[in-house]
C-alpha cells in the first residue's frame, strides 16, 4: 500500500508541478506544491523499496543494499539527464512529462506484479 500511494504522488507531483509553467502566483504555488509532493514520495518510496528486498534476502543485507543504492543514484542521474534533453527539446510541459514518466513507469509494473500475485495469495500460497 505505501509503495502505491508514493509512487500515485509521484505522478502527481509532475501534474502539479506541470501548472507551474503559467507563472505567477498560481505557477509558483503549484511548483511548491509539487516539489513537497515529490519530496516526500520518494525517500517513501526508497524506504517501501528496501524493506521489501530487505526482507526477501535478510542474509544479503549489505550487498543488496549497496547495488540498490547504486541503481538508485544510476536512475537519479538518467532521469536529471533526460529532464535537462526534456526541458531543451520540449520545454517546460516535455520536462513534465518526461519525469511523471518514470513514476508512472514503476506505478505500472508494481501494479502488474500486485495483480500477478493476487490469486495465489487469494488461495492462501505464501512465496
Given at each position: 500500500?505505501?509503495?502505491?500511494?508514493?509512487?500515485?504522488?509521484?505522478?502527481?507531483?509532475?501534474?502539479?508541478?506541470?501548472?507551474?509553467?503559467?507563472?505567477?502566483?498560481v505557477?509558483?504555488?503549484?511548483?511548491?506544491?509539487?516539489?513537497?509532493?515529490?519530496?516526500?514520495?520518494?525517500?517513501?518510496?526508497l524506504v517501501?523499496?528496501q524493506?521489501?528486498?530487505?526482507?526477501?534476502?535478510?542474509?544479503?543485507?549489505?550487498?543488496?543494499?549497496?547495488?540498490?543504492?547504486?541503481?538508485?543514484?544510476?536512475g537519479?542521474?538518467?532521469?536529471?539527464s533526460?529532464?535537462?534533453?526534456?526541458?531543451?527539446?520540449?520545454?517546460?510541459h516535455?520536462?513534465?512529462?518526461?519525469?511523471?514518466s518514470?513514476?508512472?513507469?514503476?506505478?505500472?509494473l508494481?501494479?502488474?506484479?500486485l495483480?500477478?500475485?493476487?490469486?495465489s495469495?487469494?488461495?492462501?500460497?505464501?512465496?
Open positions: 500500500m505505501g509503495t502505491t500511494l508514493s509512487l500515485s504522488a509521484g505522478v502527481l507531483s509532475w501534474i502539479v508541478a506541470g501548472w507551474g509553467g503559467s507563472g505567477g502566483v505557477g509558483l504555488a503549484a511548483l511548491l506544491v509539487g516539489a513537497l509532493l515529490l519530496d516526500g514520495a520518494v525517500p517513501v518510496s517501501m523499496s524493506r521489501g528486498l530487505f526482507s526477501a534476502h535478510p542474509n544479503e543485507r549489505a550487498r543488496l543494499n549497496g547495488l540498490f543504492m547504486a541503481a538508485f543514484f544510476i537519479g542521474a538518467t532521469g536529471a533526460v529532464g535537462v534533453w526534456a526541458i531543451e527539446s520540449f520545454g517546460w516535455g520536462a513534465m512529462i518526461a519525469g511523471a518514470g513514476p508512472l513507469l514503476a506505478l505500472t508494481h501494479l502488474t506484479f495483480a500477478l500475485e493476487a490469486p495469495r487469494s488461495k492462501g500460497v505464501r512465496k
